[in-house]
């Protein structure tokens, strides 16, 4: 949707009807300076480098990569066919921004478990304070705990498990454009 409304939806939200909010849109209430930045955004944002991170992502694939059972991972994006998302990596993609601080919570910290050893450097019996390894840790060894990260498929899990458990992955980063 980049090529249509996508980018005004992105900047400015979407309504009740799940059409594309505008700075003339009466709801919900924004300061002027509020729809400034908005506005500033939608302008200034170079929306085919963003398309490229999104198909990077694989949150955003074209027809044919859509058709085909794996990713050709040599495609340059150049295809000309039409964009679709892939709704198995956004719905992961969703599942991480819902649970990806959960563990900031301290009365869900978990202990490491006897039959699961030592992790991360946290002994056996040890609550885990690192919320980002924490979370790992359940992604891991109880999946259930979470029940939107447990109906993934199983390659959304694993997914999601290396950027907790195997890359430090930093969310806050993403969302800031920090990384």
Known sequence: RIDGDGPQAFAFGVGRDWKPLSVESASPRRSAAELERRAAFLDSVRWPFLEKVFRGAGLLESAREASTEDLDTSDDGSDDSPLTH????????????????????????PRVAEEHGDFSGYKVGEVIQDHDVALGYVLEKYPHWLPSFAMLSSQQQYTLRFTQS??????GFMVQAEA
């Not at 198995?88 to 910290?109: C, E």
């Open 166 to 171: 195997k890359m430090e992955y930093n969310m």
């Open 86 to 109: 892939n709704e198995d990596r956004t719905l992961a993609m969703l599942v991480l921004t819902a649970i990806h601080d959960v563990m900031k919570v301290k009365a869900l910290l």
